[in-house]
């Protein structure tokens, strides 16, 4: 059974920075797609990121391009997302996904895929 791991949320004002942390435990997965939802409130849940765990694929959401980087240790199974320039607008709650198969995932962020789950972690922006 996979369990994702996820700290780092928080409260920093508008400009400020935050960086999340997502590791994969219990789990024999070493490989695998690993990377970002959110949902702020009354919104439609949408894909911010995603990397291939132990490559160097990444994929960032046209609305945080520019702001947002995600980033791994694949020793530790962990990858971050490190968002700058924080808005408003990225207020939300954030989940750390895995997939160990390719990463289903395109121009439309509401519609990428993902099997496995973390519990969340809540950014707030004022």
């Known amino acids: 059974h996979v369990q994702l791991v996820e700290s780092g949320g928080g409260s920093v004002q508008a400009g400020g920075s935050l960086r999340l942390s997502c590791q994969v435990s219990?789990?024999?997965?070493?490989?695998?797609?690993m990377g970002w939802f959110r949902q702020a409130p009354g919104k439609e849940r949408e894909g911010v990121a995603a990397?291939?765990?132990?490559?160097?694929?990444?994929h960032v959401a046209d609305s945080v391009k520019g702001r947002f980087t995600i980033s791994q240790d694949s020793a530790k199974k962990t990858v971050y997302l490190q968002m700058n320039n924080l808005k408003p607008e990225d207020t939300a709650m954030y989940y750390c996904?895995?997939?160990?198969?390719?990463?289903?995932?395109?121009?439309?962020?509401?519609?990428?895929?993902?099997?496995?789950w973390g519990q969340g972690t809540q950014v707030t922006v004022s």
């Open positions: 996904v895995f997939d160990s198969g390719p990463c289903k995932i395109g121009n439309d962020a509401t519609r990428w895929e993902f099997t496995h």
């Open positions: 990397t291939w765990l132990g490559g160097t694929t990444a």
């Open positions: 219990r789990s024999t997965y070493s490989v695998g797609c």
